[in-house]
């Protein structure tokens, strides 16, 4: 099955500490297979999200890289489609069947940026696609982007591996936890 690979541009240590770690969690919980960080490495935020990923389960990677537009041309020759989620760019429900369409047979690659996002990247992508055209966050903007995409099918994902796990409950709270 193709993949889906989320790119977040534009880290800042200490600014976007929290969001970036949100982006990383809602990639892996909403059906991505790995996250790459650009801008400036951090390996708090790259720790926190494997420390999630080997206690709630994977598959889930999480990569950085400096030349983040030399990664868009090589995942454009070599792997599939790139989508740019912008406020600027043309709204999901009339790019969607186009995207999912091309996805069928190429891994996907969207980007999120975190304060100006720079041109290159508007050029770069083969769809710009905003998530209303009004400003709010990489976070929701990621979250619906990939419901769309899944159509709800990621909502049942199962995760491998983990040693806890939620067992839902009207009330309270469940957990499993288990070595593997
Ligand atoms: N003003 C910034 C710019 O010039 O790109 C946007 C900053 S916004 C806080 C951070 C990121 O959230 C954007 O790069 C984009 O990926 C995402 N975002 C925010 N609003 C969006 C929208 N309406 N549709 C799609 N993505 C959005």
């Known amino acids: 099955m193709a993949r889906v690979v989320v ?8 600014r976007d500490k929290r969001i970036t ?7 892996r919980a909403f059906g991505a297979s790995e996250i790459i960080l650009s801008g400036e490495e951090d390996n708090a935020v790259m720790e926190k999200l494997k420390d999630v990923v080997e206690r709630w389960g994977g598959p889930f990677e999480i990569s950085y890289v400096k030349n983040w537009k030399d990664f868009i041309k090589e995942w ?20 969607i069947n186009e995207i999912k369409e091309k996805f069928k047979d190429s891994d996907l690659l969207v980007i999120i940026g ?17 998530i209303t ?21 990621e909502l049942e994902r199962e995760f491998e591996n983990w040693k806890v796990k939620i067992i839902p409950q009207k009330r309270g709270k469940a957990l499993v936890k288990r070595d593997s």
């Open 133 to 153: 055209n009004q400003p709010h966050s990489e976070v929701a903007a990621l979250a619906i982007f990939l419901d769309r995409l899944f159509q709800g099918k």
């Open 114 to 130: 975190a304060e100006k996002v720079p041109k290159e990247a508007y050029f770069l992508a083969d769809f710009n696609v905003s």
């Open 76 to 95: 454009k020759e070599r792997r599939g489609i790139v989508v740019h989620l912008t406020m600027y760019g043309i709204p999901i429900q009339k790019a």
């Open 7 to 14: 790119l977040r541009l534009g880290h800042r240590r200490e």
């Open 21 to 27: 770690t949100h982006c990383g969690l809602v990639a």
